[in-house]
């Protein structure tokens, strides 16, 4: 473990703010540190999953009461291996500056993934450019169709 590991671990359960660079920041409560990203849990009960690479700096608010910490055992170790397991479900990406996208994740490979937008269209995004995962809680869970069988056929 890193010293930027350990000090991420003395703040499970704390609420923090964690800036990605710019105008861009989030706020939540830090809910586990895993080997390449942490979790974070928003007001809304909603869990935001940021990649360690593109985390400039976390910043506790020691007035706001703490929260238990979700088990690290019941996260993937890594984000590729969580963005694989979040396949099918409707997802949130922040990528590429403040820009967001909306949709269902359809495939995820070790350094791209394939999203259905809300067009319909496939749209690959390299896993490097990704900036967080957010796994909304139920406003967009059913937005959806359920994922297909069938294989991508170069939409």
Avoid: K
Wanted: glycine content about 8%.
């Amino acid at each position: 473990m890193d010293a930027f590991s350990g000090y991420l671990r003395g703040l499970l359960g704390r609420a923090v703010q964690v800036e990605r660079g710019g105008p861009e920041a989030c706020q939540g409560w830090l809910q586990a540190v895993c080997s390449d990203y942490l979790t974070l849990r928003a007001e809304d009960c909603s869990d935001l999953y940021l990649p360690l690479r593109h985390i400039r700096s976390v910043t506790p608010f020691p007035d706001l009461p703490p929260l238990d910490a979700a088990p690290e055992a019941d996260l993937p170790a890594t984000f590729a291996a969580l963005l694989a397991a979040s396949i099918g479900r409707t997802v949130r990406l922040y990528h590429a500056g403040p820009e967001v996208s909306f949709g269902l994740l359809r495939d995820c490979a070790s350094d791209h993934l394939i999203m259905e937008a809300l067009t319909g269209e496939n749209v690959c995004y390299t896993l490097f450019h990704i900036r967080s995962l957010h796994l909304p809680s139920g406003e967009l869970h059913g937005a959806f169709p359920a994922p297909s069988t069938e294989p991508l056929q170069g939409r």
